[in-house]
Structure formats: structure tokens, C-alpha cells
């Protein structure tokens, strides 16, 4: 972990960006990764100035304490999406581009291959000791004695977490693809999708693909995973139907390619794509506007 020889307000503040990266991961809400470090600054902050300075290092003793109030969230997380309505998806993020006017440049997520939403839906399915273990070190590159402080366990336990969490990566993650392919097939099924064309749709899906909305019960949307690709090209006609004055833009969702539905020039849909040999094998459907608060029309 890094270390700062004085706690100074610009030294503790200069670790904001590197805990919402680390919260967000940890959580995959960026709402709840910033109540997270709003919640690790106030605890600094209720600390006399003799405490703070006892402290050798202020940023580790922030990622400690993120790390741990992340672990509490994701424990109670597990009980609250239990009695959510419809599927919980990771809250999708745009470009800092396309983040609302005046954003904190310090509260932006970077968008690389561990942000991606298929790499957060695999993030779900672990534990919340598996996820903050693994992200943790494979991720952020901490030593198993530093998540060890963090998670309550030994070293030796962490390891076996993230090498758990490693194996749930390496079985759900496809082989890499091109970002240019990537965004060609996306483009391919906007297209088709616009020209109802529903054969076109059914060529650019895997016969097996998912599809899984999120709306959180505050918008229109399917509750339950439609599998299939003909079942899918046929849904998402139906879609197209009931889209009326609907603009439907490319745009990258989490460092990948996606698309967004805008409305009036307000974004209510974000979609999110996983692709494998050429085809698209998972589509993710945002629609619950709480998750969608960083999209803005460009």
C-alpha cells in the first residue's frame, strides 16, 4: 500500500480517486461505492489531529477501512437483493466523456477490462470474501498479508479466496475479443434490430444467449432471463414496437461496446453486450433509473 510521510488534507484527499476505483469494484454501484468513501473520510475525519498523525500512512489505513466497509455492504447486500424486484445487474457506467457537466474528475472510474459488466456479474457470484480478496490482489495488486487486514483472515485463507474467485473467473470469462470487432457486432444488431429484422437478429446471437433486464420495479421491462436466441430476436422486436419516439446510440457502457435507448434526450435504457466467436452470448438491460443518474444525451 502506499505510504505518505505527512497526513495532510491533500494527501488523504488524493486517495479519493483510488477508493471510488477500488469501492465500485468491490460493489459494482457506484452510489454505494461513494457512500462507501464518504463513510471512510468521515471516520478519518472523526479522529483528533494526534490519531491522524500517529497514522505512518494515511492511504492504507483508507483502503483498509474502505475495504472493510465494503465487506459489511456486500454482506447485507446478499439479504437486501433477496427481496429485490427482477434481476440485479451492476450499475453501468458511460464514458467521463459523457459523465453529467461539472462531475469530480477525482470520483471517476477507470474503464479497463476489470470494469467490464460481464467482469462484474462474474464479481456477483463470488462471495463477498471471494470478491474483495480477489479484487484485492488481482485487481489492485495488494499482498495477501494486507488482505488479510482487511477481510479478517489469514493470508493463507485469502489466497484460497482469490484463487477460488480466480477459477469462477477463468470458467465464466470467453476467450478475449477485438474492440473493433466488438463494436461492429453491436453496430450489426442495432442495425438489425432498427430494421426489425428478426433473421438478421437470430444470425448475431449465440443459439444459447441471455438476456437479463434490470428495472428495479421502476420501469417497464422483463422480470425473468430470456434464453434463446430466437426468443431474444423475437422480444427484442417487440421491443422495437413499443420504442415509439425511441433513439437508440452506440456508446461504450464500462470500457466495452454498447448501446443506449435516450428519450427526449434522456437516457432510460443502457444495454451492455458479452460476445464469443463472433456472436453475442450475453445482453445486459439497465432500465432502472437509479442506476442510470451518470448518463446524460451527448
Known amino acids: 500500500m502506499s505510504s505518505q510521510s505527512a497526513p495532510g488534507p491533500s494527501a488523504v484527499m488524493g486517495e479519493r480517486r483510488h477508493l471510488i476505483n477500488l469501492a465500485y469494484r468491490l460493489l459494482g454501484s457506484l452510489a454505494e461505492a461513494e457512500d462507501a468513501v464518504q ?9 483528533s489531529g494526534r490519531e491522524q498523525d500517529a497514522i505512518a500512512s494515511p492511504g492504507a489505513w483508507l483502503t483498509t477501512v474502505a475495504g472493510r466497509i465494503c465487506l459489511n455492504v456486500l454482506r447485507s447486500a446478499r439479504v437486501r437483493r433477496e427481496s429485490y424486484v427482477g434481476e440485479w445487474i451492476p450499475e453501468p457506467l458511460p464514458e467521463p466523456a459523457n459523465r453529467p457537466y461539472g462531475a469530480d474528475p477525482a470520483d471517476r472510474v477507470t474503464l479497463d477490462e476489470s470494469v467490464s459488466l460481464a467482469f462484474l456479474v462474474v464479481l456477483e457470484a463470488m462471495t463477498p470474501a471471494e470478491r474483495v480478496a ?20 489469514t493470508p493463507g485463507a485469502c489466497r484460497q479466496l482469490a484463487s ?5 473467473v477463468r470458467a465464466a470469462q470467453p476467450p478475449a ?18 430494421a426489425r429484422d428478426i433473421e438478421a437478429l437470430i444470425g448475431l446471437l449465440d443459439p444459447n444467449a441471455t438476456a437479463i433486464a434490470d428495472s428495479g420495479g421502476l420501469a417497464v421491462s422483463f422480470l425473468h432471463p430470456i434464453d434463446g436466441a430466437e426468443a431474444i430476436a423475437r422480444a427484442w422486436i417487440e421491443i422495437s414496437h413499443r420504442a415509439g419516439a425511441m433513439t437508440f446510440l452506440e456508446r461504450t457502457v464500462n470500457g466495452q461496446p454498447g448501446l443506449v435507448a435516450q428519450q427526449d434526450g434522456v437516457t432510460v ?15 445486459w438491460v439497465v432500465r432502472n433509473p437509479e442506476k442510470l443518474r451518470q448518463w446524460t444525451a451527448s
Request: a positive charge; charged letters at 25%.
Open 39 to 47: 463513510e471512510t473520510y468521515a471516520r478519518w475525519y472523526a479522529m
Open 134 to 153: 480477489f479484487v484485492l490482489h488481482d485487481v489492485f495488486r495488494y499482498s495477501f498479508a494486507e488482505v488479510a487486514a482487511i477481510v479478517g483472515r
Open 164 to 168: 477460488s474467485a480466480r477459477r469462477r
Open 177 to 194: 475479443v477485438p474492440a473493433a470487432q466488438r463494436a461492429a457486432l453491436v453496430r450489426d444488431f442495432k442495425q438489425a434490430w432498427e
Open 269 to 283: 435504457t443502457v444495454f451492455a453486450f458479452e460476445v464469443a466467436a463472433g456472436k453475442i452470448t450475453h445482453i
